[in-house]
């Protein structure tokens, strides 16, 4: 398997275990998370041409990728 940027724990590498109690802990974070796992993979798989698509909706993914890692951000970042 290939490596993928963006990976969250690569993000914020000093909040690791503080995700991984919230995946634990909280529904709403871990559905972000998984979502923005989901998202990032399929941006990776478009980036490196194994499942390419459309520009606006490689765009698009793009987009709600960096929107859940906002919104994932602001939940550590009250922690």
């Known amino acids: ?3 993928t940027p963006h990976e969250l ?5 000093d909040k690791t275990e503080l995700m991984s109690r919230l995946k634990a802990t909280d529904d709403h974070f871990a559905r972000l998370f998984d979502e923005y796992h989901e998202i990032n993979r399929a941006v990776h798989r478009a980036e490196t041409l194994v ?3 459309e520009e606006l909706a490689e765009v698009a993914l793009r987009k709600k990728r960096a929107a859940l890692k906002d919104e ?3 939940i550590l970042s009250r922690h």
């Not at 724990?9 to 590498?13: D, G, H, K, L, S």
């Open 1 to 3: 398997m290939t490596h």
């Open 9 to 13: 724990a690569e993000e914020f590498p």
């Open 51 to 53: 499942e390419p698509m």
């Open 72 to 74: 994932i951000w602001r």
